[in-house]
């Protein structure tokens, strides 16, 4: 008895650390989107509509009996050649940690496919901090006087700052993330 309550213990610790990593994790790219790592897709065209940021994390997901995924050097990236990876991946379905900033270069490493395009480069960002909104201005006054400025020059005061709805999406996005969290954590440690 004591043995199943300690597996459902750790087994319940496994899902909270990866709620956990959900939770404060970045963004889940997949690499190609529905078509996948194939020597079909348009990879340069994928990465340049995507931001990348340290904490977020690449998915390859392709057929591995005809492709793998190959992190390369920058010359090697160039010259498609995939003889000295850095990385080899080949499970059909690999999750890839963005762990620090600048270049990453990945090809398949199976002959002709890097030729064919079956190649992507991405320029990983230092951690992101959520969106950031512009502020909102307040009302504009001119002072009271005989010679007024023109409004071009007049000064602008704020009388407050009004959250903008990207701050106030953000917040209750990532509020609601903490309290399903909190609740789980609730949950399982009531076992």
Not at 74 to 103: A, Q, V, W
Request: aromatic share 8%; glycine share 8%; with cysteine.
């Amino acid at each position: 008895m004591a043995l199943i309550k300690n597996n459902m213990f750790f087994t319940s610790l496994l899902i909270l650390v990866a709620l956990f990593g959900v939770v404060l994790g970045g963004t889940v790219h997949k690499v190609g989107d529905s078509k996948g790592w194939t020597m079909m897709g348009d990879y340069e065209a994928w990465a340049s509509s995507r931001t990348f940021h340290v904490g977020d994390s690449l998915v390859f997901a392709y057929n591995n009996d005809f492709h793998d995924v190959t992190e390369v050097t920058h010359n090697d990236f160039e010259m498609c050649e995939s003889s000295k990876p850095l990385m080899r991946y080949n499970t059909g379905s690999d999750s890839i940690s963005l762990t620090k900033p600048g270049l990453l270069q990945f090809i398949c490493g199976v002959p002709g496919h890097c030729t064919s395009g079956q190649k992507l480069q991405i320029h990983v960002l230092p951690a992101s901090l959520g969106p950031v909104a512009a502020p909102v201005p307040g009302p504009v006054r001119t002072p009271s006087s005989s010679s007024s400025p023109s409004p071009a020059t007049a000064p602008q005061y704020q009388d407050h700052m009004a959250p903008s709805p990207l701050q106030n999406g953000g917040a209750s996005s990532k509020s609601a993330s903490w309290i399903g969290f909190i609740s789980l954590l609730a949950l399982i440690l009531a076992f």
